[in-house]
């Protein structure tokens, strides 16, 4: 075999189709929250070919991946029995509408398993065709809820900074990362951030309990600034991902459940990410956080990211008054998407849920995911860590010049060289602002952890030697 052959057989493609695949992309290509200053001059990382932990770029390289495809790879890369799950789907019946009273079997199957998966009365399911639409979908529900009971002025919803809720325009009016506010003028006369939970590694002087009684404080004065009357729901990542993996004080989550239900605000909990075993559970809202929102969010990880899906679990009580009131004259529920449930994706999410029931993937992370964040919280001897922060497998490192911190120009730069050497490290994190973010397949062992800690060790030792 020779070299070429040897790399194709990988994932890698030979030079003239690398050079061509690259020479497209740079023409053609707009990528999903690219850099515009690079537009037209990009040179991307094509990967070509994936395997258990790892993937491969068109050059042949392997990495293992720490960024979990996007927090969503969670049973690892060529798992057949999804594949197959998928093809003979395709086969059977790759698609028809959802749309009205028409079904289909894999969709059907999954609604069923997710009602059982989900917390206390959450037995309703609206697919959706990934988070954002999810997001929105819960939103649209929120509303027609309270308008059915006859309060059509509960419109408001409260989210917080830091948040990510997607980049449709009301997910991305919900997100509350300040760096993402650029140029586009999203809605906010009626989306209200409160306060993010997370907070500067370097402040010790406030304790959790007093952060906690901040945040509470801060959440009922914005009840009462707007208006209970005037609030259909609260929208909360039960950790905050994308914004920086901000793991909220202990006590946050039943504060925020108790005093949404006293105002009758709708709770609905974001679990794209935290969902399906990020955190040891199918849903950490009650089995993590001791919680039961009004509706859960979940996309990613309910396919393992073989193919793109989402849902929103609805309360019976929540469904039960839509049905109640339907409106005789246009009872339809206006909302849903040409691929909502598709039958291929849910057959996808079948398989996959079998699958992590068998291997036991939830008890998987529960074992390796203390020991994930103890190698990580090693790195902190490093003087260009701030912090490690995260929760089982989810977690990033915040990286400082020292001296110096939040995301600062110079920060940021540490950050991506830190990302540079991880890549050349063959180890694959995810830079964002001054953080390298972390969420691993779940399948990872300890031997896969130990290559990320040694590899992030590396990269940050070299990035410090740089500063010198
Ligand atoms: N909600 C959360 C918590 C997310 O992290 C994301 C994506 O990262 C979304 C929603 C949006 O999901 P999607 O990109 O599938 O629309």
Request: hydrophobic residues 35%; without cysteine; glycine residues 16%.
């Given at each position: 075999m020779t070299a070429q052959q040897h790399s194709a057989s990988r994932g890698g493609r030979d030079d003239a189709v690398h050079g061509r695949l690259l020479a497209d992309d740079t023409r053609h290509v707009l990528h999903p929250w690219a850099d515009l200053s690079t537009l037209g001059k990009q040179d991307p990382l094509v990967i070509t070919g994936a395997e258990g932990v790892e993937v491969v770029d068109s050059r042949g390289r392997r990495y293992l991946d720490a960024i979990g495809g996007m927090w969503c790879?969670?049973?690892?890369?060529?798992?057949e029995e999804i594949v197959e799950a998928m093809a003979a789907q395709a086969r059977a019946m790759p698609y028809f509408t959802p749309f009205g009273d028409v079904a289909n079997e894999p969709a059907i199957e999954l609604a069923a398993q997710l009602a059982a998966l989900?917390?206390?009365?959450?037995?309703r399911v609206h697919f959706t065709t990934g988070g954002s639409t999810a997001v929105e979908s819960a939103v649209r529900v929120a509303h027609l809820y309270h308008a059915a009971l006859?309060?059509?002025?509960?419109?408001h919803v409260l989210s917080r900074t830091d948040a990510y809720h997607g980049s449709t325009y009301l997910a991305a009016s919900l997100s509350g990362k300040q760096a993402d506010r650029v140029r586009f003028r999203y809605e906010d006369t009626w989306v209200h951030h409160l306060e993010s939970p997370g907070h500067d590694a370097?402040?010790?002087?406030?304790s959790a309990a007093e952060r906690l009684a901040g945040l509470m404080a801060g959440m009922e004065a914005a009840i009462d600034r707007i208006g209970a009357e005037n609030i259909a729901c609260f929208v909360a990542e039960p950790v905050l991902a994308s914004g920086g993996v901000l793991v909220p004080p202990p006590g946050y989550h039943q504060a925020t459940r108790e005093l949404c239900g006293r105002h009758d605000i709708l709770y609905i909990s974001?679990?794209?990410?935290?969902?399906?075993?990020?955190?040891?559970?199918?849903?950490?809202?009650?089995?993590?956080?001791g919680i039961v929102p009004d509706m859960i969010t979940t996309a990613k990880g309910l396919t393992s990211g073989y193919q793109p899906l989402g849902a929103v679990l609805i309360s019976d009580r929540i469904a039960g008054t839509l049905a109640e009131t339907a409106d005789p004259d246009k009872p339809v529920f206006s909302n849903g998407f040409t691929?909502?449930?598709h039958p291929v994706a849910c057959a996808a999410a079948l398989a996959n849920i079998e699958l992590m029931r068998r291997e036991d993937i939830c008890g998987h992370v529960r074992d390796v995911g203390p020991y994930f964040m103890d190698r990580l919280r090693?790195?902190?001897?490093?003087?260009?860590?701030a912090a490690v922060r995260g929760d089982h497998l989810m977690a990033c490192v915040e990286c400082r010049v020292p001296g110096e911190s939040g995301p600062t120009p110079r920060n940021m730069a540490l950050a991506h060289r830190v990302d540079t050497y991880c890549e050349a490290g063959g180890l694959l994190v995810r830079p964002y602002e001054n953080l390298c973010i972390m969420s691993p397949p779940?399948?990872?062992g300890a031997a896969e952890i130990d290559r990320i800690a040694g590899v992030m060790a590396d990269a940050l030792a070299r990035a410090e030697a740089d500063l010198r």
């Open positions: 790879v969670t049973v690892g890369y060529g798992r989900a917390p206390g009365d959450l037995n006859g309060r059509p002025g509960r419109r370097d402040d010790t002087s406030v974001d679990e794209v990410v935290t969902g399906f075993g990020r955190l040891g559970h199918f849903f950490a809202s009650q089995d993590r956080f691929y909502s449930g090693e790195l902190r001897s490093s003087p260009i860590v779940l399948v990872v």
